[in-house]
């Protein structure tokens, strides 16, 4: 198993010879604008892509943000499987997609599990209005939790509990609107995850989005013990 970090919160994930692009947000650098309400008003994404084989045999997606979903159809053939939140299943469809498979708890694709698993986008003030969300746990001859936008709350480790992956991937950032608090993991919540997984962690949703304000050099100050690629590395288990 392995884990490639695209850019941002976009993976290529081998399992048992499978490919799976997650949360493919592939659009040139500059082409959005920023995410309103938020500090560091810069357009999106802030980098360019890296030089990665986005070749896949499925894809996953979290969630339709635009930073997870976006400038997508030169890459993704309408009749790949595309796993999804089963409340977003429409949405793709309605992008022209013609194999969308949501999962509602678990689905297999070529010997691999995927299970849906719960996230929270936030907290009380905006976890509602960030919604839907999911995570995916992969499980083959190895168990990959690719836990989504969501902080750190009972459903994490609960999942931890219930799959004993090999692997965490979490989404952090501590991406920040201009009040609240922050929507993805800051470095608190990857400590936590840290502390309670018995595996390698994997940090990613880094310096690619304006609203993301912890970057990785103080990740990893806080956070000896995680695992911070650079877009374009990959990461073997």
């Known amino acids: 198993m392995n884990v490639t970090l695209v850019r941002h919160a ?3 994930v081998e399992l048992d010879g499978v490919r799976f692009l997650v949360d493919p947000m592939l659009s040139a650098a500059g082409a959005n604008p920023p995410v309103e309400n938020t500090p560091n008003q810069r357009r999106n994404p802030l980098v360019g892509l890296p030089d990665v084989d986005l070749g896949h ?3 996953l997606v979290t969630h339709r ?8 159809e030169d890459t993704i053939d309408a009749e790949t499987p595309v796993f999804c939140n089963p409340a977003e299943a429409e949405a793709f469809r309605e992008d022209g997609l013609e194999d969308v498979r949501p999962v509602e708890d678990e689905r297999r694709f070529e010997g691999v599990a995927v299970h849906r698993t719960p996230a929270r986008h936030g907290g009380e003030q905006h976890a509602e209005a960030m919604a ?5 746990v992969l499980d083959g001859s190895e168990t990959l939790y690719l836990a989504g936008d969501t902080v750190w709350y009972d459903a994490v480790p609960g999942t931890i509990d219930e799959y004993d992956p090999d692997a965490v991937v979490v989404n952090a950032g501590a991406a920040q609107f201009e009040t609240g608090e922050p929507i993805t993991m800051d470095a608190a919540d990857v400590a936590s995850v840290v502390e309670y997984a018995d595996c390698p962690v994997v940090a990613d949703h880094m310096e690619a989005i304006n609203h993301c304000l912890l970057e990785r050099d103080e990740l990893a100050a806080a956070v000896p013990d995680v695992r911070i690629p650079a877009d374009g590395e990959t990461v073997d288990f």
């Open 132 to 136: 839907p969300v999911c995570g995916f």
């Open 10 to 12: 976009t993976l290529l």
């Open 57 to 59: 045999d499925a894809v």
């Open 65 to 72: 943000h635009t930073d997870h979903w976006d400038a997508w």
